[in-house]
Each structure stands twice: as C-alpha cells, then as structure tokens.
C-alpha cells in the first residue's frame, strides 16, 4: 500500500484524503487507524487538528504511537497541523509531552505581541492565508517563494536546531511553519486546503526520494 493517512481520531481527514487522491495518480491512498497498515506504506502522511493533549492521548489509547515513530524514521514521512506539533518534545497547550522526534517546544503566540503593522490587534487563533518563505527543499519544488498557504493554529514550534526550519511566516512575530529532515518534512499549514501550491506540495510528496 502505497500511502496511509494515520487516523488517531482527530480532526476531518476527508480533504487531505481527497487532495492526495487527486495528485497520486496510480498509487494508492489510505486512511487508517491500524498500526500495521502503517508499518506496510511505503509512505506515511500524519496530519490532525484540536488540543494537543487530545491528540496525544488518542495517539497512545489507539496503540499508534510506536507506528508513528518507525515510520518517522524509516520512511517518507509527512506532518500536517498538530502532525508537525506533536514531532516535538513538549508543547505549552496542556504541559503535555509529544513524541521528541525533534528538540524543542510548541508555544502560544505570545499576546502581547500580536500586533499588525498598522496598530491593530491580530486574533489568536492565526487562521486564514499567509506567505511562507522557504529554505531549500525538495517539498518546495515548482512553489515560488512567498506563496500562501491556509493555517489555522494558536501554537507554533520553537526548535532548538535552526538547521531543522524550511519555512518560515510571520504573525506579529515571525515564526517557524516548516521543518525537515532525512526523509521527514511536516508543516504548520494545511497544504490539502491551500489550492494549487498546496496540491503541488503533496504531489512533491507523493514523488519524494529522500
């Protein structure tokens, strides 16, 4: 099986199902909650939306956790949303522990600066289209530098490895929206709702040989 889309039960994975459907071409897509459907794809994609004790907690009671981390070292590995978060060591939101793929910690967009150019004040959750300037990458081929991507999130990644950042945004303070490494690359935005420079994203993926 050529792709599997990890369903710990955590946000409506019908889009990104959808998306790399339509850019797969002969391989083919599945959305699975079964651990050893995942240790057979030849690729793994790890997306997910809500409160990242939630998705931590359903990651463990679904027996997925071991899954996750062979396939993030051993094989094509794509993290969307909290699919990226959850890489790290340890984020803010609950004061829960994530998997410690990367160092590093997940934190809240600090209020006091969330302030636009013009004085005004930014919500928190940042939601909506942003630009994302890239550090070279495979997953980047064929995207122009500065393209929109759609994110909605309130926390966003400190690694402690600048080497580990491909991407970057800005949201009254500048902040890391991609990582990779080897053969993993996970962002902050939701490639499967960001239209053409999204799509090309996934089938970057779909035909990555790290």
């Known amino acids: 099986m050529a792709i599997a889309v990890i369903d710990y039960g ?3 994975l019908r889009s ?3 998306a790399l459907a339509h850019v797969a071409g002969d391989k083919e897509v599945l959305v699975t909650s079964d651990p050893a459907v995942v240790q057979k794809a030849e ?3 790890f997306p997910g939306q809500g409160a990242m004790p939630d998705c931590m907690a359903e990651l463990e009671a679904r027996g997925l956790r071991p899954a996750v ?3 993030a070292a051993n094989k094509p ?3 969307i949303c909290i699919g990226l978060q959850m890489l790290f060591e340890h984020s803010e939101e609950g004061n829960v522990p994530g998997l410690g793929v990367f160092k590093g ?3 809240r967009f600090p209020e006091a600066r969330m302030v636009a150019a013009d004085g005004s004040r930014l919500k928190v959750p940042h939601m909506g289209w942003n630009q994302v300037w890239q550090k070279p990458h495979p997953l980047w081929d064929g995207i122009a530098d500065g393209a929109r991507f759609y994110f909605v999130h309130s926390y966003c990644v400190q690694p402690e490895d600048e080497s580990l950042v491909t991407g970057s945004c800005e949201y009254g303070v500048p902040f890391t929206c991609a990582v990779g490494r080897a053969n993993i690359f996970a962002v902050q935005c939701h490639p ?3 239209a053409r420079d999204g799509l090309r994203l996934l089938q970057n993926f779909v035909s990555w040989q790290p």
Do not use: I, T
Request: charged letters at 20%; a neutral charge.
């Open 10 to 12: 955590m946000g409506n």
């Open 16 to 18: 990104v199902y959808q």
């Open 43 to 45: 690729r793994v994609v």
């Open 69 to 71: 981390l062979e396939a």
């Open 77 to 79: 590995f794509l993290g």
């Open 105 to 107: 910690n997940v934190q």
């Open 192 to 194: 499967e709702k960001s």
